[in-house]
């Protein structure tokens, strides 16, 4: 057995964690809780200070975890990389979005494995888990790491473990998430097996590479994708054919098998699954193959906050009135429901849409009290009331937060589009459109 091996058994390695957001902070706070001693990385000095004072601001760590880790010394948040020299194992999860032009964006990987690479030193465990495409990995972290004059599998060790971060989610956590982890060498995949199974109370699932942890994440969320984009049609059609779609998934998911419920809705939001297909379109083009069938869901998901806005002229239409100059309250700007992010979230492109139409809009989301696009803040209503509703001339649901009351919506607002299904279980339906 290993050195490092045995450490991490023993709980006497010092584990670091490069990016301390929706990802990087739940994962070091559970990796304090097994009773590691965790130093946090990262370039924005209020998220340092914020983790040093004991503040949580991400939904899904509990407070008083992080209160008690920090206070114990358990753990504790720094800017200054040169702090790596001190840990033994090194998880990298910083974001991997998209630029301008819907190509991956690697530069939050490529300049945290050069922060790090002046101090990685023999026998040290380096993990990437941001999601990229396949080959990120061995093609971009193992050359730059390499430039510290240690070899990869012979001096340090290198793995890939996907992040499996679901925002709001009340039964799996980080620590009850099964995790994948595929290493440059089988030594590399059993000692970054070690640390996890150190730290979660879930299985890990051993893969004979990194490229092959890589393309498992990107094959969770393209699956996702492409179910979606595949209901998202099929309520197109249905809105066509006077179907409600709504109850036509329902009948499916009578089927005890063959069958798993997707829903439609205005689009695509979150840290993954709009994303993830992007990259492997992109990678697959060096392969000279086109993700057809990917693509195609693709662009469906990516009109339905355009569609949406059609059917809410539509709506309006039907009761005489033109979206220009309409009062449109947009209820949720979160990317689902119950959760304070709106990363990537569908609502904010209706509402672009609909203020593009002429609209005036206001929103009102229980999570999100304002929120910043395209480098302007706007605010929210502060509450939800019965003047707000009655001065609307229609009412947008684009998040279905449990914390709204659909009744006293219904009771209140003249005309309703619900794109969740909200208000599935309201009565009286007049005032009611659904997608």
């Known amino acids: 057995m290993s050195a490092l091996k045995q450490r991490i058994k023993d709980r006497s390695v ?35 200070d914020m983790v040093n004072r004991g503040h949580n601001y991400i939904g899904d760590v509990v407070n008083h975890d992080l ?23 090194v998880c990298i999860a910083v974001p991997t979005p ?42 971009l972290l193992r050359p730059i790491l390499e430039k510290s004059g240690l070899v990869c599998g012979v001096d340090f060790y290198l793995a890939f473990s996907p992040e499996r971060v679901d925002p709001g989610n009340a039964i799996y956590k980080t620590r009850n998430t099964p995790k994948v982890v595929g290493g440059l060498t089988p030594e590399c995949t ?27 994440k990107i094959l969770e969320n393209t699956y996702r994708n492409v179910n979606i984009g595949l209901i998202n049609e099929l ?41 993830d297909p992007y990259y492997l379109s992109w990678k697959a083009r060096e392969f000279g ?26 709506a309006l239409n039907e009761q005489k009135k033109a979206l220009n100059g309409a009062k449109v309250l947009v209820l949720g700007v979160a990317y689902k429901q119950d959760i304070d992010d709106y990363r990537e979230s569908p609502a904010l492109r209706v509402i672009e849409c609909l203020k593009h139409s002429g609209a005036e809009v206001s929103f009102y989301d229980p999570h999100i009290p304002r929120y910043r696009y395209e480098n302007r803040q706007y605010e929210g209503l502060p509450a939800l009331t019965a003047d707000a509703l009655e ?21 209140h607002a003249r005309l309703i589009f619900d794109t969740k299904n909200a208000m599935k279980n309201v009565a009286y339906r007049d005032n009611i459109r659904l997608l």
Not at 28 to 39: M, N, Q, R, T, Y
Not at 98 to 123: C, F, G, M, N, W
Not at 236 to 256: F, H, Q, T, Y
């Open 289 to 314: 193959f086109h993700t057809s069938m990917i693509e195609s869901s693709m662009v469906i998901n990516d009109r339905m906050p355009e569609y949406c806005c059609q059917r809410s002229m539509r």
């Open 235 to 275: 309520a197109i059609l249905c809105d066509r054919m006077g179907i409600n779609i709504w109850e036509v998934i329902e009948a499916a998911r009578s089927k005890p098998y063959g069958f798993q419920a997707f829903y439609p809705g205005p689009g695509l939001g979150g840290h993954c699954i709009p994303l």
């Open 190 to 216: 059993d000692i970054a097996a070690t640390l996890y199974e150190a730290v979660l109370e879930a299985p890990v699932h051993r893969v004979s590479s990194p490229a092959v942890a890589e393309m498992e």
């Open 67 to 89: 209160e008690e880790i920090v206070r114990s010394g358990h753990l504790k948040a720094t800017m200054d990389f040169a702090a790596v020299a001190s840990c033994d194992c």
């Open 98 to 139: 998209l630029d301008e032009h819907q190509q991956p964006d690697i530069s939050y990987v490529r300049s945290s494995a050069e922060s790090i690479t002046p101090y990685v030193h023999k026998d040290m465990l380096i993990i990437l888990e941001s999601t990229t495409y396949p080959g990120t990995t061995e093609e």
């Open 391 to 411: 001065q609307s001339d229609l009412v947008i649901i684009t998040t279905a937060h449990t914390a709204v009351d659909y009744d006293f919506v219904a009771d």
């Open 14 to 48: 010092t584990l670091g964690v490069v990016g301390l957001g929706y990802v990087g902070l739940p994962l070091a706070v559970e990796k304090a809780k097994a009773g590691f001693h965790v130093i946090g990385f990262d370039v924005q000095k209020e998220k340092v």
